[in-house]
């Protein structure tokens, strides 16, 4: 039967464009702990950092892990999927935000600070 | 009708896709399906930390030395090990064999690296006084708020939870590639690209461990160390 195709590819990719996208992987990480000693609030923070983390995983699936080189259904089967679940937890967040809300507020003089434990 | 006779009535032409519709073999398919998996795996065990992190106060230990420089060198080897399994691929595919397997060395010598750094990070967190379900005093201290609110001393839950099981799936992948180079002669070179894709993987999850764990928990104003 001809329809067997032959699953063995060729793996595509030079090696001139994998050492470029770890320049770039390199290049993004640095930019990472640059921020880190940037003082901003911590939402903006974290968003780049998410942001830049979102590229570089990118980066790693398409070129490395070569998904970028398979066929469409393979990547449409896989990323989708995958994305909306984990989008799906963000479900718990507030209530997250809800319980640093219930914590006690001291309205009066703070309470001591606490005590030092015997070594 | 068997299977097989029925394929023969549906032409590869009229679905693009023939008797592989992913153009993947089976075993390169099963991999990505347990990638798929662990990556859902990472990120509840993520996602639990931000909770934990969004509702409590929080501590941000990590100074630049040696937290930070250990993470990013440890970061460095994990991108740098990435690079040298795909040379190893590309080498396979060419059907080098021998090259394939000193690529796939070069691979386990940075895994290590990256191992053997970690551990040192861990002994030196352990030796400071953190725990599971314990900060060390100091750091209860310093990052007590001023209406007395405690840090939480889940800190080292999370961190000692999400950073073990990637360097449990580190230590692993160490062992599949040992098992790779070892038998690369006998294997094709799909079974290299796969083991390819898990290193690739361990990889790919320290990108959003490292910024979240250790960027976000950096002691910017140095209060530690004051």
Redesign the interface.
């Known amino acids: 039967?001809s329809?067997?195709?032959h699953?063995?590819?060729?793996?595509a990719?030079t090696?001139k464009l994998?050492?470029s996208v770890?320049i770039w992987?390199?290049v993004l990480?640095a930019i990472?702990?640059f921020?880190?000693?940037k003082?901003m609030s911590?939402f903006l923070?974290?968003t780049i950092?998410?942001g830049?983390?979102i590229i570089?995983?990118a980066l790693?699936?398409a070129?490395?892990?070569?998904l970028r080189f398979?066929?469409l259904?393979?990547v449409l089967?896989?990323v989708p999927?995958?994305v909306v679940?984990?989008c799906l937890?963000?479900a718990?967040?507030p209530?997250?935000?809800?319980?640093?809300g219930l914590?006690y507020?001291?309205k009066e003089a703070?309470?001591p600070?606490?005590v030092?434990?015997e070594h | 009708m068997s299977t097989e006779a029925r394929a023969v009535h549906f032409p590869a032409a009229d679905w693009e896709g023939g008797t592989h519709p992913y153009r993947v073999g089976h075993r390169k398919l099963g991999m990505w399906l347990f990638i798929v998996s662990d990556s859902l795996t990472f990120s509840a065990l993520l996602i639990g930390y931000a909770y934990l992190r969004a509702s409590n106060v929080w501590p941000t230990p990590f100074p630049f030395y040696p937290s930070i420089v250990f993470a990013s060198v440890m970061t460095f080897c994990l991108l740098s090990s990435s690079l040298t399994m795909v040379f190893g691929v590309s080498a396979s595919s060419r059907g080098d064999k021998a090259a394939a397997r000193k690529w796939i060395l070069a691979t386990m010598f940075f895994g290590a690296a990256f191992v053997v750094l970690h551990l040192i990070e861990w002994n030196h967190l352990m030796h400071e006084g953190l725990g599971p379900f314990r900060l060390p005093d100091h750091w209860v201290q310093v990052f007590t708020t001023t209406d007395g609110q405690m840090p939480s001393p889940l800190f080292g839950a999370t961190f000692f939870t999400i950073t073990g099981l990637h360097m449990f799936h580190v230590a692993t992948g160490l062992i599949y590639l040992g098992v790779v180079a070892a038998r690369v002669k006998k294997l094709n070179h799909e079974d290299v690209e796969i083991s390819g894709l898990y290193w690739h993987f361990v990889d790919l999850v320290w990108m959003f461990v490292f910024p979240l764990i250790y960027i976000m928990s950096v002691d910017i104003g140095g209060h530690l160390a004051k």
């Not at chain 1, 699953?7 to 793996?11: R, T």
């Not at chain 1, 070129?63 to 070569?66: E, K, L, N, Q």
């Not at chain 1, 209530?95 to 640093?100: E, P, Q, T, V």
Request: glycine share 2%.
């Open positions: 039967m329809t067997h195709e699953v063995e590819e060729h793996f990719g090696n994998f050492i770890w992987l390199v990480t990472e702990v921020l880190a000693y003082p911590i923070m974290l950092l998410l830049l983390s570089k995983a790693i699936v070129y490395f892990m070569h398979e066929r259904s393979l089967t896989i999927m995958l679940c984990i937890l963000f718990f967040f209530d997250s935000f809800r319980s640093l914590r507020q001291f703070p309470p600070p606490p030092e434990q």
